[in-house]
């Protein structure tokens, strides 16, 4: 049985987002440009606990293994963590039959934010045997932005090692998980994918 975080109306009342977003959250698009999405944030940077939404009943909540919260015994997330919405990895083709993740780099906001942002790299990894990428974003509003990067060329030369420390963590947060490191991909093929995987949700909400 899962742990339910009461969060939908707190955010409403916070001035964030309606209950009623969240209620049509299949019905928000991943792109909002053709080259910037939208990032839902489900773990606010500096969190240890595994939150997740709901897609049933339409809620954050914190994850459960047998019957307990699942909690980082690591570092904190180093980034607002969460998914692109529209999106969809399919497990007959390797995926792991979720949005695509995305770590958004800013300061931290709250669970059910709702922000519009530029990818400009991916971490690509395989846990546990799936595909399981991570979408690297910063916020699209300059006003929101803490780092200043137009793709991963920039990100590196401005931020040195930053990706690195990125990696080691996803590498050793959660020793019970097999992960494998593939390797990291630039803007313009973090795009594309992103956009393969708004598709084939897309053609999986057809055959529905």
Same mark, same amino acid.
């Given at each position: 049985?899962?742990?339910?975080?009461?969060?939908?109306?707190? $955010? =409403?009342?916070?001035?964030? #987002?309606?209950? *009623? !977003?969240?209620?049509?959250?299949?019905?928000?698009?991943?792109?909002?440009?053709? !080259?910037?999405?939208?990032?839902?944030? *489900?773990?606010?940077?500096?969190?240890?606990?595994? %939150? *997740? $939404?709901?897609?049933?009943?339409?809620?954050?909540?914190?994850?459960?293994?047998?019957?307990?919260?699942?909690?980082?015994?690591?570092?904190?997330?180093?980034?607002?963590?969460?998914?692109?919405?529209?999106?969809?990895?399919?497990?007959?083709?390797?995926?792991?039959?979720?949005?695509?993740? #995305?770590?958004?780099?800013?300061?931290? #906001? @709250? !669970?059910?934010? %709702?922000?519009?942002?530029?990818?400009?790299?991916?971490?690509?990894?395989?846990?546990?045997?799936?595909?399981?990428?991570?979408?690297?974003? %910063?916020?699209?509003? @300059? =006003?929101? +932005?803490?780092?200043?990067?137009?793709?991963?060329?920039?990100? /590196?030369?401005?931020? @040195?090692?930053?990706?690195?420390?990125?990696?080691?963590?996803? +590498?050793? /947060?959660?020793?019970?998980?097999?992960?494998?490191?593939?390797?990291?991909?630039?803007?313009?093929? !973090? #795009? =594309?994918?992103?956009?393969?995987?708004?598709?084939?949700?897309?053609?999986?909400?057809?055959?529905?």
């Amino acid at each position: 049985m899962r742990f339910s975080l009461l969060l939908l109306c707190y $955010f =409403a009342c916070a001035g964030i #987002v309606s209950c *009623e !977003t969240y209620k049509k959250i299949d019905r928000i698009p991943a792109f909002t440009t053709p !080259t910037t999405v939208n990032c839902i944030v *489900e773990i606010p940077a500096g969190t240890n606990k595994k %939150i *997740e $939404f709901n897609k049933t009943t339409k809620r954050f909540e914190i994850d459960t293994i047998d019957g307990h919260m699942r909690i980082k015994k690591y570092l904190p997330y180093p980034a607002n963590y969460g998914f692109i919405p529209a999106t969809f990895s399919d497990k007959t083709k390797g995926g792991d039959g979720d949005p695509i993740d #995305v770590l958004l780099l800013c300061e931290s #906001v @709250p !669970t059910g934010t %709702i922000i519009e942002a530029i990818p400009i790299a991916m971490l690509r990894l395989v846990d546990s045997g799936e595909m399981d990428d991570k979408v690297i974003c %910063i916020p699209k509003d @300059p =006003a929101l +932005q803490t780092l200043k990067a137009t793709d991963i060329t920039d990100f /590196n030369k401005s931020y @040195p090692k930053a990706l690195e420390i990125i990696q080691l963590w996803f +590498q050793h /947060n959660d020793s019970s998980e097999a992960i494998t490191i593939k390797g990291w991909v630039g803007k313009e093929e !973090t #795009v =594309a994918e992103i956009k393969r995987l708004s598709r084939l949700y897309q053609d999986a909400n057809l055959r529905e």
